[in-house]
Structures are given as structure tokens and as C-alpha cells.
């Protein structure tokens, strides 16, 4: 059954300890997303990586850190820099093959820090 | 700068009700434009999703349009059912395989039986 996978669904963690999320996709896809997500505010994009081992921020990069080691595998580490680490953050992927570069999403994952 | 702008953020009606939702994106020149659904608390699913050269895509009850010359695409749901609640959210893609999604804040929807 193929998917994005994210873990946990929800997280809580103490103001000043860094987080990681987990995303994980069977989709065979090369790009791979991260996004957050604020009532009233949208997705913004935090992270990207069109292909393994490369990755490039996106609009709110600051605080986060993500790694791409595997083709599958696109972790997002929420560090103590990240000044309102509270929100649900998506992970998305999609083929750099096909015309449409159709994006699909995870189940997300919901963060409170407090 | 680009922006996708959905109007009105949020909408009820009365169930069997046909509607549209509306986006508009000040860039005409996009590469492809899709819209989401999201419930709450959960991730976006994809619905449809309209390349440039498109005018409209179907998929059920459901019908998007394109205009790039105005910087408008509609969804249209047809005989609307309180399971068509949630949030629909519009993105544009303007740089094909190495663009990013640019998304609207989304229209929350409310179906009343």
C-alpha cells in the first residue's frame, strides 16, 4: 500500500529541547517537502529536497534542520532556535517524473511545546 | 510576488446544494494548478489537478476550471453532501518539476443537512 508515512501524529516536547519528526514515503518519489501549517496562515514552505543527499530552505527555514540519506526517508528536526515550534507540520513528495509532478501529503504530524 | 488568494475563507449551505469555490493567482503563466481537500486535524488529499494548457478537469461531483488569462480557477461540487465538508485548498505550481507549491489560504467548507 503505497504512501507517506509521518510519526508520531502527535508530539509534545519542553520549550528548549530539539524535536524530530519523522516522514517516510514507499511512493518511489525524488521530491520530498516539508511544510507547516498555522491557523489562518496557510502552508508555508519550511524544506525541500529534489534528490537524495541535497536539500534547500524554503520560506521559514530558520530553526530547522532536515538530512536526506535515503531516497525514502526526509526527517525535520524542530531545534530550540525555532522561536513558535507549536503547529501541524506536513510532509509531502512527489515523481520528478511524471508531466504533472501531482504533490501528495502525509497525515501530519501536531507539535506543542511548552 | 506571488500570491494565490482564495475568497470567501469560509462557506455553509444547505445540503444537495450545487456551489464554487473560487482561486485566484496574481501570475498567469503557471505550470499546472491543483486543488486539496483537508479535514481537520488531518493531510491534504489531492483532488484534481489542472495543467496550464487545460480548461477543466472532472472527477465525479466534482469539476475545476482554469483561466489563466484572468488568474482564476473554480471547483465546482455538485449536489452538495454534508461528507463534502472540510477545508478546499487551491496551489499553484509555476515551475514544473523544479517548482514549488504557492497555496491559498483555503475555504472552509460547511455542508448542513
Known amino acids: 500500500d503505497g504512501g507517506i508515512t509521518q510519526s508520531p501524529k502527535y508530539l509534545f516536547r519542553k520549550e528548549g529541547q530539539n524535536v524530530t519528526l519523522s516522514c517516510e514515503q514507499n511512493l518511489n518519489h525524488d521530491a520530498m517537502y516539508w511544510y507547516r501549517q498555522d491557523p489562518g496562515q496557510g502552508l508555508r514552505l519550511i524544506y525541500y529536497s529534489q534528490i537524495v543527499n541535497d536539500f534547500q530552505k524554503g520560506d521559514i527555514a530558520e530553526g530547522y534542520s532536515v538530512s536526506r540519506e535515503k531516497k525514502e526517508s526526509f526527517p525535520l528536526t524542530v531545534t530550540s532556535a525555532q522561536k513558535n515550534p507549536t503547529a501541524f507540520y506536513l510532509c509531502?513528495?512527489?515523481?520528478?517524473?511524471?508531466?504533472?509532478?501531482?504533490?501528495?501529503f502525509g497525515p501530519g504530524t501536531r507539535l506543542t511545546v511548552t | 510576488k506571488q500570491e494565490v488568494t482564495q475568497i470567501p475563507a469560509a462557506l455553509s449551505v444547505p445540503e444537495g446544494e450545487n456551489l464554487v469555490l473560487n482561486c485566484s493567482f496574481t501570475?498567469?503563466?503557471?505550470?499546472?494548478l491543483q486543488w486539496f481537500r483537508q479535514d481537520p486535524g488531518k493531510g491534504l488529499t489531492s483532488l484534481l489537478l489542472i495543467q496550464s494548457s487545460q480548461r477543466e478537469q472532472t472527477s465525479g461531483r466534482l469539476n475545476a476550471s482554469l483561466d489563466k488569462s484572468s488568474g482564476r480557477s473554480t471547483l465546482y461540487i455538485a449536489a452538495s453532501q454534508p461528507g463534502d465538508s472540510a477545508t478546499y485548498l487551491c496551489a499553484v505550481n509555476y515551475g514544473g518539476s523544479q517548482g514549488n507549491l504557492i497555496f491559498g489560504k483555503g475555504t472552509k467548507l460547511s455542508v448542513k443537512p
Open positions: 509531502a513528495s512527489r515523481s520528478r517524473d511524471s508531466v504533472s509532478y501531482e504533490q501528495y
Open positions: 501570475d498567469s503563466a503557471i505550470y499546472n
